[in-house]
């Protein structure tokens, strides 16, 4: 429920102090999946992607590569480009392990300008900061 339910997908997504201000999944392949994101500043920054592959409870792959429906997605806007909108492909892997889940997380890229730029960016920090927030929202479920 916490990657598939957008009211979730808005509490923890994006690291703070930046905000998730809004969601949008179709959770099927070739569905939407889309969040707004939001500056410390105000700025709001749209990402839309397309699931690739859903499998219940272990595996969720979308890629922002690609709109809905496996349409080529349009090349940023000037500003999205400028905020560091990159192109990417991530495989979320759950599993079963001790008392808990086994939670792995992969980004690929399809250049290694872009995965060192999103690195830069604080990709890992981010994206682990963000799994604290997921946890976090877990435990108070």
């Not at 963000?130 to 976090?136: E, I, K, P, S, W």
């Amino acid at each position: 429920m916490a990657w598939t339910t957008p009211e979730h997908v808005k509490k923890w997504f994006t690291p703070s102090p930046w905000t998730t201000v809004d969601c949008e999944i179709d959770l099927r392949p070739g569905g939407i999946f889309r969040t707004v994101m939001r500056s410390p500043q105000g700025q709001e920054f749209p990402n839309v992607g397309c699931y690739l592959e859903v499998i219940a409870n272990e595996k969720l792959v979308w890629t922002n590569a690609l709109a809905p429906g496996y349409r080529p997605s349009n090349p940023p806007s000037a500003e999205v480009a400028e905020c560091g909108l990159i192109v990417f492909t991530a495989v979320i892997s759950l599993e079963p392990h001790a008392n808990g889940t086994r939670y792995t997380a992969l980004a690929m890229h399809g250049e290694e300008g872009a995965r060192r730029k999103h690195e830069e960016m604080g990709f890992h920090e981010g994206w682990g900061k963000a799994l604290d927030q997921l946890v976090a929202m877990v435990k108070k479920m």
